[in-house]
């Protein structure tokens, strides 16, 4: 018999699961492979660029209501500007406001992030700029800047906002009226300053946007933006602004009773006379302006607030298609239009999505099958008020769903207390999976005090790496590039019955990929495994199919799924190719029962630490004394398919719990 046992195979099982993984990015990689340059994603008609002197490339992207804008550049000052730019184009009067949240990676004090009117796109362009400044290293705060035609250089005025701190968020925005350029600064979106103003002579056709530069080619600094408003202006009218909830925005809905609702709050323009609101969970209905999803020009709560439309309440006040409840994570989208001395002005569709006040979105997703094994457990933070107090999660999975439903910190099912949307976790047992995250408050500040929100109770099921013929898109019984290709040919595809929808939803996308990699060059037929009580022991050989000359190499496999450690007793007995284990929890070797083993196998004791593992080798010969293994390890056989079967045997079991895997032997010259 040659014998190869490993030890720690917790590191060899972590090494399995890694290799898919790499390979499912690999793989992933070859997918999504552009052919040339690509551009982050913006809304229509946007773009970005490098403008004159910059050390790194920068970038910019839209990811829900958030702008993140990547810039280097020596600076937006003197007779010509080096930064980043995120940009549309726009002709008459105009303006521009955004919350600068962040300004990241920049050092230098005149490090800025801000909102820029442009006459063009050259370094020396004219331009008007409203700017935050280095947020983490200095206290002046925001920077009304300017480059006019009459001088040809840039100009600037500071301004500090009243109750201004170090790292504060800060809005700003720049306003155009003919050739005033006004720039105006506020911490909190609704009261505004102005910093300055400055007649600047440009074209009709501007440029407008975002504006990030670090003063420093060396670094590339992030400028993360929200609360972009860009109102509609018309020659008499300005159209609203400013909703609340933020355009695009995840937001926590109001609770009242059974009542799931939302505050529709705008700013009207300036010389409004009334406001008409639509609403609806369909865009069109809302760009279209059916009467039907009108909510009228009366708001229903004027004591509340005299602008703001509701929905979501049973009211009378409220349309009745309005007072439904809303749903969470569901999307809604409303707009405000407006009657303004002589003109109707139509405002633009703006949208938003109620979120639960517990945690929502789990990743893995809720019902979602083929989970790996070992990975990193995440969701969102709910919509609730954390001012205050410290936020953190306990999280709870099991097997069963009412255990998940019911567990408490003193459950079996308590995992952890995590103070992040994430949990890693490590070797789940393979079949389905629940877990519960619940929402803890804690106020350490006299009076102390704890909130709980408990949360929803999701499943995801643990994908199996036991080869499958799903994946043998070819049939030629294992799953290599060649399957690959087949899928590759119908990446992205959405129709009946392609070959590459592994999954059978009748689209060809990142789940169908996941498990073709966790089926590479596994041959489908050669692997199984066994749960029992936490225990999970696994056969498998290197390959489905043999001749009669070839040695048959047998894997064993045990690991300890378990919280706390397990005792193991391994008991192999090579000429009838059975394995027997037995679990002891107490560890006493007192309770063991002894198997007669036929040299020159033998007894050991495996002692497994939670999630620990070992495996095994074997090796037989298919013809007796064949010279490449000693003689009692001859497994002589003729042509046929033949199941090899381990055994697995637990304390808590009456029998033993068979495992097998069928291998096929060949004719010679086959």
Not at 109 to 121: Q, S
Not at 170 to 197: C, H
Not at 241 to 248: A, G
Not at 250 to 263: R, T
Request: proline share 7%; glycine share 8%.
């Amino acid at each position: 018999m040659k014998r190869r046992c490993r030890i720690a195979a917790k590191m060899l099982l972590s090494l399995r699961v890694l290799y898919r993984s790499s390979l499912y990015l690999f793989l992933l990689g070859l997918i999504l492979l552009p052919a040339g340059p690509t551009l982050a994603a913006l809304p229509d008609g946007w773009a970005s660029m490098d403008i004159g002197d910059v050390g790194q490339a920068g970038s910019a992207n839209l990811v829900v209501a958030t702008w993140t804008v990547n810039g280097s550049g020596d600076g937006i000052w003197g007779e010509a500007d080096g930064f980043h730019y995120c940009y549309s184009q726009i002709s008459g009067d105009w303006m521009i406001s955004a919350r600068v949240i962040s300004i990241t990676g920049g050092t230098h004090e005149w490090a800025k992030a801000g909102v820029m009117i442009r006459e063009g796109l050259a370094p020396d362009s004219n331009h008007a700029f409203m700017a935050m400044t280095n947020n983490t290293s200095t206290d002046h705060a925001t920077s009304f800047q300017w480059r006019s035609a009459d001088d040809g250089d840039n100009n600037k005025i500071d301004y500090v906002p009243e109750g201004y701190d170090l790292g504060d968020p800060v809005w700003v925005k720049i306003e155009r009226t003919g050739d005033a350029m006004t720039g105006y600064a506020s911490m909190d979106g609704e009261t505004w300053t102005q910093v300055g103003s400055h007649t600047n002579v440009m074209a009709e056709d501007v440029y407008f946007g975002l504006t990030v530069t670090s003063h420093d080619n060396a670094q590339l600094m992030t400028g993360t933006f929200d609360s972009v408003e860009i109102p509609i202006p018309g020659p008499y009218c300005t159209a609203a602004y400013l909703p609340n909830p933020p355009r695009d925005s995840f937001v926590g809905a109001e609770y009242s009773g059974d009542n799931v609702y939302m505050v529709l709050d705008f700013r009207p323009g300036p010389n409004a006379e009334w406001s008409k609101a639509y609403f609806s969970d369909e865009k069109a209905d809302v760009d279209n302006r059916d009467e039907a999803h009108s909510l009228g020009t009366v708001p229903p709560w004027p004591h509340v607030d005299e602008n703001a439309f509701v929905v979501g309440y049973d009211d009378p006040a409220i349309p009745e298609y309005a007072r439904a409840p809303l749903v969470f994570e569901k999307t809604y989208y409303w707009c405000i239009d407006s009657w303004e001395v002589y003109e109707y002005c139509p405002g633009p569709t703006w949208s938003f999505t109620p979120i639960p006040d517990y945690a929502w979105r789990p990743n893995p997703a809720n019902g979602e099958e083929w989970v790996w094994y070992m990975g990193t457990m995440t969701w969102n933070r709910g919509g609730l008020d954390t001012t205050g107090y410290k936020l953190s999660y306990d999280i709870y999975i099991g097997e069963d769903q009412n255990a998940v439903a019911n567990a408490t910190t003193a459950s079996p099912e308590y995992m952890a207390n995590v103070s992040t949307e994430s949990y890693e976790y490590n070797i789940f047992p393979f079949g389905q999976l629940f877990w519960r995250v619940d929402t803890k408050l804690t106020r350490y500040a006299m009076p102390p005090s704890t909130k709980y929100t408990k949360g929803d109770v999701w499943s995801f099921t643990v994908a199996e790496p036991s080869g499958s013929h799903i994946t043998d898109l070819n049939g030629d019984g294992i799953t290599d590039f060649n399957d690959y290709a087949v899928f590759a040919n119908d990446w992205s595809r959405s129709e009946p019955n392609l070959p590459g929808d592994i999954n059978g939803n009748n689209k060809v996308n990142y789940n169908d990929l996941k498990i073709l990699a966790w089926n590479w060059l596994l041959p489908y037929g050669n692997m199984n495994l066994v749960i029992v009580d936490g225990i999970r022991y696994e056969t498998e050989t290197d390959k489905p199919v043999y001749t009669p000359d070839e040695n048959v190499e047998m894997f064993y496999r045990v690991t300890n799924l378990r919280e706390a450690a397990a005792n193991v007793g391994m008991v192999l007995n090579c000429e009838e190719a059975w394995s027997h284990f037995v679990v002891r929890d107490n560890g006493s070797f007192d309770v063991w029962e002894f198997w007669r083993v036929i040299p020159p196998c033998g007894y050991r004791m495996l002692h497994l630490e939670p999630h620990e593992s070992e495996e095994c080798r074997r090796t037989w010969s298919m013809v007796n004394d064949n010279g490449t293994l000693s003689p009692d390890d001859d497994f002589p056989v003729g042509p046929g398919i033949y199941s090899i079967t381990a055994e697995l045997e637990l304390s808590s079991l009456s029998g033993r719990v068979p495992v097998s895997v069928s291998i096929e032997i060949t004719a010679p010259g086959e």
